[in-house]
């Protein structure tokens, strides 16, 4: 925990109970320092008068251990605590956990026990502070708010109101393009639109639009510099979003549709996903990439306050501090913001930095990919959802490309993983076998075990929820 500064100490009241709740403390710097104090007592024996009284002398010693530069503090409440138990008829409480919890290999009999209905709770609190409701009104809205066509059962996040970044999201099935931002959208950038910088980044923006009339947002971030908040408000004056078909996830100059455009094919996106799993030769955590968030680091939900700037301890000055921030300070402000051209550029020998990842078809920079993309170059004859202007099953194919790729970079590097493979018979039915040809459902199921939030930045999902 005190590791990662982002993670908080939790405390179980019981430790070998399962279904413990803990109380969370907060991490908080500090300049102290650590005292060693010993109390010593002699006893001294005086004669007065008629009474033999005792007077203790008391000394101190004191030393200093070390210094103190973080401590968490439990400033919430502590939550409910459920305990696996059942009551009797006769209202006496019997322990269930010898039935409920199994620790070590049991047989099917253990699974078949009839035993009282015992079903703990799905979560406890989110929060450990009190919240002050005071019983608050509906909401109020923006005028022209409406909340949406659904049934209001299964949707979260009625009570909040649409954030004001007036981004226009396309569909496929839609007819028409718009053909520039929303007004609400042109005042807003005009609004934060007060320096040069950001006039400069605005005319950049835009001759890459020119250039490229579809972008994807990490291949934005990488080609300029512009804080990201600056640039949630940027893209919706210069493009529209689409939300599905071949482009989705990208953003578009207004007034381009690329449905009309065949040349618009190499703009095209591409789901990638490194396959893992032994019938790759490797396990998930034999691979070189590893998952941007995983439930491994998940933390609870329940901070009391974000995480605040450290102050300069004594002991911060002593490890170097102003050495670091100058080294810090050298980095030019130009390209603070700037990505790797890693994030949205696929190489030949080089792996990505994430296990999903959005590439665009012109960004995969291997001579044989391109290959398979210009196949039917001057035959484009119609553009589908699924393909857009490639042949079918393109996206399947340069897949299987890249996937070999990674596979012999990782072979190159943890030679150890595929000591078994040696004769290239058993290497073209590997190749046969990772193609897919006759494993359709075990592909798809390959698929299912990756999660969008494992992905790159550039997720749909989580870019939707900027302008969402």
Aim: net charge negative; with cysteine.
């Amino acid at each position: 925990v005190y590791a990662d500064p982002a993670k908080r100490l939790e405390l179980y009241f019981r430790p070998k109970d399962p279904y413990c709740h803990p109380v969370c403390a907060n991490r908080f710097p500090t300049s102290t320092m650590l005292l060693k104090v010993r109390r010593r007592t002699k006893k001294q024996q005086q004669q007065l008068e008629t009474e033999e009284q005792i007077q203790p002398e008391v000394q101190f010693e004191m030393e200093i251990l070390g210094i103190v530069t973080t401590v968490y503090k439990f400033q919430g409440m502590s939550d409910f605590q459920y305990l696996a138990t059942h009551s009797g008829p006769d209202g006496k409480q019997t322990s269930m956990y010898d039935k409920v919890l199994m620790l070590k290999p049991e047989k099917e009999e253990f699974f078949n026990r009839e035993l009282p209905l015992y079903i703990p709770p799905p979560i406890f609190s989110r929060l450990d502070t009190p919240v002050d409701y005071f019983y608050r009104p509906d909401i109020q809205h923006r005028e022209g708010y409406n909340n949406p066509q659904v049934s209001g059962e299964h949707l979260i996040g009625l009570s909040r109101a649409r954030r004001p970044h007036n981004a226009i999201f396309v569909n496929y099935e839609d007819e028409e393009v718009p053909n520039k931002p929303l007004d609400a959208a042109v005042q807003t950038w005009k609004k934060v639109c007060t320096n040069p910088v950001d006039r400069k980044v605005e005319e950049e923006l835009r001759k890459l639009f020119e250039v490229r009339p579809v972008w994807s947002r990490n291949a934005l971030k990488a080609n300029i510099s512009v804080h990201p908040d600056k640039l949630k408000l940027l893209l919706p004056y210069l493009a529209y979003y689409m939300l599905t078909g071949p482009w989705r996830s990208l953003w578009v100059r207004y007034g381009y549709d690329p449905r009309k455009h065949p040349e618009a094919k190499i703009y095209q996106v591409l789901d990638f996903r490194i396959r893992c799993g032994m019938k790759y030769g490797y396990a998930a955590n034999d691979m070189p990439v590893k998952a941007k968030r995983s439930t491994y680091n998940y933390s609870l939900p329940i901070t009391v306050k974000k995480q605040v700037s450290h102050t300069v301890s004594v002991h911060d000055l002593k490890q170097g501090l102003g050495t670091a921030s100058a080294v810090g300070a050298k980095k030019p402000a130009s390209s603070s913001y700037k990505l790797k051209e890693s994030v949205y550029v696929f190489r030949e020998g080089a792996l990505p930095p994430y296990r999903q990842m959005f590439y665009q078809l012109c960004d995969l920079n291997v001579e044989s990919l391109q290959k398979i993309i210009h196949r039917n170059d001057g035959a484009e004859s119609e553009c589908t959802e699924r393909d857009g202007w490639c042949l079918p099953k393109t996206s399947d194919d340069l897949r299987d490309s890249m996937s070999l790729m990674i596979k012999q970079i990782i072979r190159s590097t943890r030679p150890a993983l595929f000591s078994n493979t040696t004769s290239s018979e058993d290497g073209k039915e590997q190749l046969a076998y990772e193609s897919g040809e006759d494993e359709d459902d075990e592909e798809e199921e390959e698929e299912e075990d990756f999660k969008a939030s494992d992905g790159s930045e550039n997720e749909m999902e989580t870019e939707i929820l900027d302008y969402v």
